[in-house]
């Protein structure tokens, strides 16, 4: 057998053996046996480099890092789908479409995966390309990321057409996200928020290894194409699993609307069986011709509407309640109950947010209370059964006293939460500003989590961000968990720290109210941390974004000896207090014009189009206000601000529209919004 054949006999043994396990989940061989394989075939392109193919499943570990992701356009244009909330919405689509094809018609059930939408190029059998939705019209090319997924076919089954697409939704499955956060809890890392984001960040990662690591699938349900050798909906998703593709087996053809409520009904509650996050129901026209016939709206195709399902609630006592304290003294209370399965999870505790949503919910010890969990992790009480409530419940009273050090608490004029004023010696608060400080957009000290601070406070080791400074490897050593290369790249990150540039500096001392934007127009401003300790109200006031509230926090944390006695330290250590992040200027286009940017991003990072912004001689601004020029809005725009920018006439502008004008070709950064 020559070298050529040995390389294309493996990677098609290969590409059968990762089909089985990832989409089929029915291995025909060993991991070890398939590992042989796989270091066989590496070894021979190693060696025989002109029998190169980007579709060999060597590709899959991934390799290389993409300094930017290409925009281009899609073949076909991605649609979005119209929403429907209830069975009355469905009947009436159903009119409409029947208004158009006649009385006959059947359907397509498919659940709707909570994922990001991807689009897949194949050439004569062969994955060519993979872009992201983007506005639907063109996507980011994400290829290298999409070839490291298993479940991703680099090569198909014939007979296939010459070229097609497929669409799809890469996901992170449940237990995949779980393990991703516990290995990131166990560094002392943020957990991820959900998986759907996890997974759309995922394919913005510009290294493919790192892409390779996480536990993707590619989960497929619409083929683009002609010469499909189907003419219903139904039979191209077989059409497809043949093919290679991973397309789950619960989809349904209804005869008729009855018997797609009856599918909608049996995964409303069935949902949380699954090994994926689901967020509704997908019913198309189950003909293609029909389909063809009803054709496009400007946005959604007229043969698909998605059903969303209610956010899932159930019912559990509230047995207790307890009180958390935040590193800016805040204090949180959160219901503790009696366990209760969820949306495919025990749920245990709830937040209550603050004494006014209390007092609002009227909730008491042993109430009987709603729980909701909905498009994130963390669930929340929405009500209290009444009915059900015992004759000798006692209406709640709020702490007065920090649990934590006892200290009374006491609350501002005009705000929600109570408050512990006892900074400098409330263990939360100490650790928490420490955590902060530490955090990636403040200091971004490498080698140390959230545990490892409490760590070093609790062993008496630190007992505030500046004796981070102090460290020495030796004392490090000793610590729990703290092997000789942790504690070396400890101290490496720390020192590394030092070269972070004046605003995030002033960002990571966590002064109230001053967020990353604050800090960046702070610095930008004075220049110096001197020349803000300095400056009065009447001159914080003619700084953009800053209001009465943020002066007076600023004023008032720069009024107490500890935290200018800190900034000296700070100052000592070697941090940078002056100077600021030289922008490269491109045009005056956008001078003078203040601009608030809010939402999550598809085609570029918050933290890039902020730089553009300025590059463009624009100023980014937190809050929208009368003097806001515009607001470039993504996904999942706040409603408080979009509802303030309609009143106040303020133009919002979306991501597309905004680039479009700067002719932004690609995201240069590593992630999108996770």
């Known amino acids: 057998m020559t070298i050529a054949e040995q390389i294309a006999q493996l990677r098609t043994e290969l590409n059968r053996h990762n089909h089985d396990y990832?989409?089929?989940?029915?291995?025909?061989?060993?991991?070890?046996?398939?590992?042989?394989?796989?270091?066989?075939?590496?070894?021979?392109?190693?060696?025989y480099p002109e029998f190169d193919d980007p579709n060999s499943p060597t590709k899959r570990v991934g390799g290389g890092v993409t300094s930017g992701f290409e925009t281009v356009p899609h073949r076909s244009r991605m649609y979005s789908l119209d929403n429907s909330y209830s069975k009355q919405d469905l009947l009436d689509w159903e009119t409409r479409i029947k208004k158009i094809i006649g009385d006959t018609v059947e359907y397509t059930c498919e659940l709707k995966y909570d994922?990001?939408?991807?689009?897949?190029?194949?050439?004569?059998?062969?994955?060519?390309?993979?872009?992201?939705?983007?506005?639907?019209?063109?996507?980011?090319?994400?290829?290298?990321?999409?070839?490291?997924?298993?479940?991703?076919?680099?090569?198909?089954?014939?007979?296939?057409?010459?070229?097609?697409?497929?669409?799809?939704?890469?996901?992170?499955?449940?237990?995949g996200f779980l393990e991703m956060n516990k290995m990131r809890t166990d560094k002392g890392e943020e957990p991820y928020r959900n998986p759907r984001n996890t997974a759309s960040g995922s394919l913005k990662l510009q290294d493919s290894r790192e892409v390779a690591k996480r536990p993707l699938e590619c989960l497929l349900y619409s083929v683009v194409g002609?010469?499909?050798?189907?003419?219903?909906?139904?039979?191209?998703?077989?059409?497809?699993?043949?093919?290679?593709?991973?397309?789950?087996?619960?989809?349904?053809?209804?005869?008729?609307?009855?018997?797609?409520?009856?599918?909608?009904?049996?995964?409303?509650?069935?949902?949380?069986?699954?090994?994926?996050?689901?967020?509704?129901?997908?019913?198309?026209?189950?003909?293609?011709?029909?389909?063809e016939q009803l054709g496009y709206t400007s946005k959604s195709p007229r043969w698909a509407i998605a059903y969303k399902f209610q956010a899932e609630q159930a019912m559990t006592r509230l047995e207790h309640i307890s009180y958390q304290v935040g590193r800016t003294g805040?204090?949180?209370?959160?219901?503790?109950?009696?366990?209760?399965?969820?949306?495919?999870?025990?749920?245990?505790?709830?937040?209550?947010?603050?004494?006014?949503?209390?007092?609002?919910?009227?909730?008491?010890?042993?109430?009987?209370?709603?729980?909701?969990?909905?498009?994130?992790?963390?669930?929340?009480?929405?009500?209290?059964?009444?009915?059900?409530?015992?004759?000798?419940?006692?209406?709640?009273?709020?702490?007065?006293?920090?649990?934590e050090c006892q200290t009374e608490l006491i609350r501002n004029e005009g705000e929600a939460h109570h408050y512990c004023p006892n900074i400098d010696h409330c263990p939360p608060q100490i650790i928490g500003r420490i955590d902060h400080f530490i955090s990636r957009k403040a200091m971004d000290i490498d080698g140390l989590g959230g545990e490892t601070v409490a760590l070093l406070v609790d062993n008496g080791l630190i007992k505030n961000y500046a004796d981070l400074y102090t460290l020495?490897?030796?004392?490090?050593?000793?610590?729990?968990?703290?092997?000789?290369?942790?504690?070396?790249?400890?101290?490496?990150?720390?020192?590394?720290?030092?070269?972070?540039?004046?605003?995030?500096?002033?960002?990571?001392?966590?002064?109230?109210?001053?967020?990353?934007?604050?800090?960046?127009?702070l610095a930008t401003h004075f220049k110096s941390i001197d020349a803000l300790i300095a400056a009065n109200k009447e001159t914080l006031l003619?700084?953009?974004?800053?209001?009465?509230?943020?002066?007076?926090?600023?004023?008032?944390?720069?009024?107490?000896?500890?935290?200018?006695?800190?900034?000296?330290?700070?100052?000592?250590?070697?941090?940078?207090?002056?100077?600021?992040?030289?922008?490269?200027?491109?045009?005056?286009?956008?001078?003078g014009r203040s601009i608030v940017v809010s939402g999550v991003f598809e085609r570029i990072s918050r933290d890039d189009l902020k730089k553009l912004i300025e590059q463009h001689g624009g100023k980014v601004v937190g809050s929208i206000s009368s003097k806001t020029d515009f607001v470039?809005?993504?996904?999942?725009?706040?409603?408080?601000?979009?509802?303030?920018?309609?009143?106040?006439?303020?133009?919002?502008?979306?991501?597309?529209?905004?680039?479009?004008e700067f002719e932004y070709q690609g995201n240069t950064s590593a992630r999108k919004n996770i």
């Open 22 to 47: 990832y989409v089929l989940d029915a291995p025909a061989i060993s991991d070890f046996e398939f590992d042989q394989k796989l270091k066989r075939l590496l070894d021979l392109e190693l060696t």
């Open 472 to 521: 020495d490897k030796a004392q490090l050593l000793p610590l729990e968990r703290m092997a000789d290369k942790s504690a070396e790249n400890l101290i490496k990150g720390i020192l590394k720290s030092k070269e972070r540039p004046f605003h995030r500096v002033l960002f990571a001392l966590g002064i109230r109210f001053v967020g990353e934007t604050v800090a960046q127009n």
């Open 330 to 403: 805040a204090i949180t209370p959160v219901a503790n109950l009696s366990p209760v399965e969820l949306a495919g999870t025990t749920v245990k505790r709830a937040s209550l947010h603050n004494a006014d949503q209390i007092t609002k919910l009227d909730v008491r010890i042993g109430d009987m209370v709603y729980v909701e969990k909905g498009g994130e992790i963390i669930p929340k009480i929405v009500g209290v059964a009444m009915e059900l409530r015992h004759p000798d419940a006692q209406q709640l009273e709020y702490i007065s006293t920090c649990p």
């Open 226 to 291: 002609s010469e499909l050798y189907t003419d219903t909906q139904f039979g191209s998703l077989e059409l497809a699993r043949n093919w290679g593709f991973k397309v789950p087996e619960f989809n349904s053809h209804a005869k008729d609307m009855s018997s797609v409520f009856q599918f909608i009904d049996y995964w409303d509650v069935n949902r949380q069986n699954l090994p994926y996050e689901i967020d509704g129901v997908v019913v198309k026209v189950h003909n293609l011709k029909h389909q």
């Open 542 to 591: 003619a700084v953009d974004d800053i209001g009465e509230r943020i002066a007076d926090s600023v004023i008032k944390f720069f009024s107490e000896d500890a935290n200018v006695k800190m900034i000296e330290k700070l100052k000592s250590f070697g941090l940078q207090f002056s100077g600021q992040q030289d922008i490269e200027t491109i045009s005056d286009k956008l001078s």
């Open 632 to 660: 470039v809005a993504g996904d999942n725009m706040g409603p408080t601000k979009r509802v303030k920018a309609e009143k106040l006439g303020i133009p919002l502008k979306t991501e597309n529209d905004f680039l479009l």
């Open 115 to 175: 994922g990001a939408s991807i689009s897949l190029t194949y050439e004569h059998g062969n994955l060519v390309r993979a872009v992201t939705r983007g506005d639907g019209v063109q996507g980011d090319d994400v290829t290298a990321n999409i070839r490291t997924i298993h479940s991703v076919p680099l090569q198909i089954n014939p007979p296939f057409p010459d070229i097609f697409d497929i669409r799809g939704e890469i996901i992170l499955p449940i237990a």
